[in-house]
Structure formats: C-alpha cells, structure tokens
C-alpha cells in the first residue's frame, strides 16, 4: 500500500499570505496524484488532479507541482473562504489511498 | 448538473448488515467509475471501493474485503454497497464519489450517509 505523508498537519496563515502544503509518496506515484478541499459539514472538492491540473472551476490561485514521490499544493493569496482540510489522493496503485490531512487554519 | 444521492444509512449493532445507496442523475451513469470512500467522526478520508463503469471491475480496502460488496445497476443509476457483518470501526459518513471513464479521479461527491455500528 502507498502510505501518502502530508505536511504540516496543521497550517497557521492569515488571508492574502501563500500557503504551501506537501504530500510525500512512500513509493513513486508518477503523476496520479489530486488534492482536495473540505469544509466542515461539506463533501470534499476537487481542486487539483494528475498532479497539476486544475478542475473545473478552480481559482487561478489554486496550483499544484511534483512528481513521483514529491507533490506541492500552493494556493498562492489565501482567502476567508480556502481556511479548511486538504487532501492528496493516489491512483497509481491499489489501493487508492488518501494522506491523512492538513487543516488550513486562520491565525 | 451532477447530483449523487445516498440512502440506507443508520444505526446498526455489530455483526449487522446495511444497504447503501446511491442514486445518480445528472451524468451519463453507465460511463463513469463510481467509489465508496467514508470518514470516520473527526479523522481523515479512506478509501472504501471501486467500481468500474460497466460493474465488471471491483476493489476494497483490505479492512472490508471479504465483508462489503460494490455493485450498481446501469439501468437505475444506481450504485450500492452491501455491508455485511459490520463492526464498530465501521462507523462513518459513506460518500459515493464519480470519476472518470476509466480513472479514480472523483470529480462529484455525495453529501455522505452516517453509518453508526454500537451495541
């Protein structure tokens, strides 16, 4: 199984500063990795997929990068409404597996 | 508009067994993958099952092999999880979620059924 490492779990930021937030692969993923936004009470979105396409929809300000093991997603000025959880999610191999999360939390 | 509907969630004792369900509408059903993923009260996403477009294609999560079944019907839009022998590390929101043609890349999401397994 590959385990998905996200960091940090936690992220401290106030609106209009960039967030950057990791997701490390225990093994090569190549590019099949997503990332995900979920507010409290909500269904997780889809932001980003295949490492660095955005989903429909998606601000501009949302971008991801990486490959392999490596994966960044960076929202570039944080607004009120992006403080929430964010995930990455495999499909290189079964299982898909899920990172385990990073809270986007206002300071 | 994509819209998935989930049903058939509750409370349940352990060693029970549910039904879910999940009705779609919005989308051409019989061309899209379709998954199970749950989360557990204030922890993280996992990964339940899959399902390919045309039903002939399934994988689980080790923790529910054995236990769940993922079928659909493309005649209904309907897409299940048959949950058998339930224990309590069951207990979570269960989100059905499209992807692709082919692909995991889960594009709509349900808003999620609570499944309770308690004594």
């Known amino acids: 199984e590959i385990v998905l490492t996200q960091s940090p779990a936690t992220l401290s930021l106030s609106p209009g500063e960039r967030a950057t937030l990791s997701c490390r692969a225990s093994q090569s993923v190549s590019n099949y990795l997503a990332w995900y936004q979920q507010r409290p009470g909500q269904p997780p979105r889809l932001l980003i997929y295949d490492a660095s396409n955005r989903a429909t929809g998606i601000p501009a300000r949302f971008s991801g990068s990486g490959s392999r093991t490596d994966f960044t997603l960076t929202i570039s000025s944080l607004e009120p409404e992006d403080f929430a959880v964010y995930y990455c999610q495999q499909r290189s191999n079964w299982p898909i597996t899920f990172g385990q999360g990073t809270r986007l939390e206002i300071k | 508009e994509v819209e998935l509907l989930e049903s058939g969630g509750g409370f349940v004792q352990p060693g029970g067994s549910l039904r879910l369900s999940c009705a779609a509408s919005?989308?051409?059903?019989?061309?899209?993958?379709l998954s199970w993923v749950r989360q557990a009260p204030g922890r993280g996403l996992e990964w339940v099952s899959f399902?390919?477009?045309?039903?002939?294609?399934?994988y689980y999560a080790d923790s529910v092999k054995g236990r769940f079944t993922n079928s659909r019907d493309n005649f209904k839009d309907t897409l299940y999880l048959q949950m058998n022998s339930l224990r309590a590390e069951d207990t979570a929101v269960y989100y059905c979620?499209?992807?692709?043609?082919?692909?995991?890349?889960?594009?709509?999401w349900g808003q999620g059924i609570l499944v309770t397994v308690s004594s």
């Open positions: 979620a499209q992807g692709g043609s082919t692909s995991s890349i889960y594009n709509s």
């Open positions: 919005g989308f051409t059903f019989s061309s899209h993958t």
């Open positions: 399902i390919s477009a045309s039903g002939g294609d399934t």
